[in-house]
């Protein structure tokens, strides 16, 4: 392995870290606030509230 490869892999290790520590510090946050699931609006998410989705 070069130099550029153990590079690679070590950015890329502590990349994986890192997602796995914000996974767990969301899923903290989340049970911290009793299981609520964030709420969001159709205009937030860049879509529009047509009233078409009552069953969502």
């Given amino acids: ?22 996974r767990a510090a969301a899923s903290a946050s989340v049970a911290a606030a009793g299981g609520v699931s964030p709420v969001f609006t159709f205009s937030e998410l860049g879509m529009d509230d047509s009233g078409e989705f009552h069953n969502f």
């Fill in 1 to 22: 392995m070069n130099r550029n490869d153990a590079v690679f892999y070590e950015q890329y290790e502590a990349h994986l870290k890192a997602q796995e520590e914000q």
